[in-house]
């Protein structure tokens, strides 16, 4: 009986390709992480539309709890099937699972599920910019340099380390 002809190891990828995979795999992590948050948070059934905590970025901090109703509104007004975002974003983090547990890995199928999933998050990021943006403009000037104020010591307590929380985004 012959010996099996032993493995010969395949050629090892390149740094850069492995570091650039790793790269790609973990902001595709951060975006799944952030869905599967606000699915938990919401466990039982179809996820809400519109969400009800928006993330806002860099002007969250100045927000009151007036212009984050407001702003859910402006969402909801938009006529956005949210829900069906929720789901694609769903199935396609059980696509992710599937493609990271194939054997042999696809290197384009992992591609492809994350240019959906990064699709789908940048056109949200951009329908936010642009409801905050029509927000904005719509404000008296008073209101104006009030919520810049309050961006400001949003940022300087951020940087300092504040541990006083009492201006966390409101909970409905």
Same mark, same amino acid.
């Given at each position: 009986?012959?010996?099996?002809?032993?493995?010969?190891?395949?050629?090892?990828?390149?740094?850069?390709?492995?570091?650039?995979?790793? =790269?790609? &795999?973990?902001?595709? $992590?951060?975006?799944?992480?952030?869905?599967?948050?606000?699915?938990?948070?919401?466990?039982? !059934?179809? &996820?809400?539309?519109?969400?009800?905590?928006?993330?806002?970025?860099?002007?969250?901090? !100045?927000?009151?709890?007036?212009?984050?109703? =407001?702003?859910?509104?402006?969402?909801?007004? *938009? !006529?956005?099937?949210?829900?069906?975002?929720?789901?694609?974003?769903?199935?396609?983090?059980?696509? $992710?699972? *599937?493609? $990271?547990?194939?054997?042999?890995?696809?290197?384009? =199928?992992?591609?492809?599920?994350?240019?959906?999933?990064? =699709?789908?998050? *940048?056109?949200?990021?951009? &329908?936010?910019?642009?409801?905050?943006?029509?927000?904005?403009?719509?404000? *008296?000037?008073?209101?104006?340099?009030?919520?810049?104020?309050? &961006?400001?010591?949003?940022?300087?307590?951020?940087?300092?380390?504040?541990?006083?929380?009492?201006?966390?985004?409101?909970?409905?």
């Amino acid at each position: 009986m012959t010996e099996p002809a032993p493995k010969t190891p395949s050629p090892p990828r390149s740094r850069r390709l492995r570091w650039l995979l790793i =790269a790609s &795999l973990t902001l595709n $992590l951060l975006i799944v992480g952030v869905v599967a948050g606000v699915a938990l948070r919401h466990a039982g !059934g179809d &996820l809400p539309a519109p969400p009800r905590s928006i993330g806002f970025g860099p002007w969250a901090g !100045g927000l009151e709890r007036s212009d984050y109703k =407001a702003l859910r509104e402006a969402f909801a007004a *938009t !006529g956005r099937d949210f829900r069906a975002d929720w789901r694609a974003d769903r199935a396609d983090r059980d696509a $992710l699972l *599937t493609a $990271l547990r194939a054997d042999p890995f696809e290197a384009a =199928a992992l591609d492809a599920i994350t240019a959906r999933m990064n =699709a789908r998050a *940048t056109d949200r990021m951009v &329908l936010g910019e642009h409801l905050i943006r029509e927000h904005i403009l719509a404000m *008296t000037p008073e209101q104006r340099h009030a919520f810049a104020d309050r &961006l400001e010591r949003s940022r300087k307590h951020g940087r300092e380390g504040d541990k006083d929380r009492s201006r966390e985004r409101p909970k409905d």
